[in-house]
């Protein structure tokens, strides 16, 4: 990620362990695009587990470069919401 906001100069440089919360946004993107297709895979197509779950994988190696930034914007933006100052 780039130091700062190359718009309006928001530092995104913060203390340590301040993106821990994205932590959990990043786990819960993840868990709410995985989770449905290996679902449907498995429950209603009754594909075999394990070509389920190297699916699932697959997408989860995709997916999590994908969320990293987003997830900690996301963060951001909450903590901006919450605290403005």
Same mark, same amino acid.
Not at 49 to 74: D, E, G, K, N
């Given at each position: %990620? *780039?130091?700062?906001?190359?718009?309006?100069?928001?530092?995104?440089?913060?203390?340590?362990?301040?993106?821990?919360?994205? %932590?959990?946004?990043?786990? *819960?993107?993840?868990?709410? +695009?995985? #989770?449905? /297709?290996?679902?449907? #895979?498995? /429950?209603?197509?009754?594909?075999?587990?394990?070509?389920?779950? %190297?699916?699932? #994988?697959?997408? +989860?190696?995709?997916?999590?470069?994908?969320?990293?930034?987003?997830?900690?914007?996301?963060?951001?933006?909450?903590?901006? #919401?919450?605290?403005?100052?």
């Amino acid at each position: %990620m *780039t130091d700062a906001c190359p718009v309006c100069g928001l530092s995104f440089l913060r203390e340590a362990g301040y993106f821990l919360g994205a %932590m959990y946004i990043s786990y *819960t993107l993840g868990v709410a +695009t995985v #989770l449905p /297709v290996a679902v449907v #895979l498995a /429950v209603v197509l009754e594909w075999h587990l394990a070509i389920v779950l %190297m699916i699932a #994988l697959v997408q +989860t190696l995709v997916s999590v470069p994908l969320f990293f930034r987003y997830s900690r914007v996301i963060w951001l933006h909450a903590d901006h #919401l919450f605290d403005p100052s």
